[in-house]
């Protein structure tokens, strides 16, 4: 079923896929614990989150406060899925090669196709 995408876009897509569903969870989660909070599994999510934000750092503006930081990337990351990871595949494509990632999950997740 999925055999016409191009490696790259699948690459692309898979890479801002997780980047895109990790923000969204920080959105989540922070609206329930602190950056502080004494839970293993949510002070590391937090903390490798955090790396990623000091990784892209510029692109982040300065007057977001800190929990909208995550929706703010998010935003960014669903632009380039949806607009700019096609267009390198030719303008005509937008729309038909986005979110690969969710594509194939629902797909694998439907049990009539397991069968």
């Known amino acids: 079923m999925f055999n016409y995408y191009p490696l790259f876009?699948?690459?692309?897509d898979i890479f801002f896929g997780l980047l895109f569903w990790t923000f969204i969870i920080k959105f989540f989660l922070h609206l329930f614990f602190s950056n502080e909070t004494?839970?293993?599994f949510v002070s590391k999510f937090f903390s490798i989150t955090n790396s990623i934000y000091n990784k892209i750092?510029?692109?982040i503006p300065s007057f977001l406060p800190y929990p909208l930081i995550s929706i703010y990337l998010v935003w960014l990351i669903f632009i380039i899925r949806f607009y700019i990871v096609p267009a390198f595949y030719g303008l005509e494509n937008i729309?038909?090669?986005v979110?690969?990632?969710?594509?194939t999950l629902i797909y694998y997740l439907n049990f009539n196709n397991l069968f």
Do not use: D
């Not at 876009?9 to 692309?12: L, Q």
């Not at 979110?99 to 594509?103: G, I, V």
């Open 9 to 12: 876009i699948i690459i692309f």
């Open 38 to 40: 004494n839970i293993k």
């Open 57 to 59: 750092n510029r692109i």
């Open 95 to 97: 729309g038909s090669y």
């Open 99 to 103: 979110f690969y990632l969710e594509k």
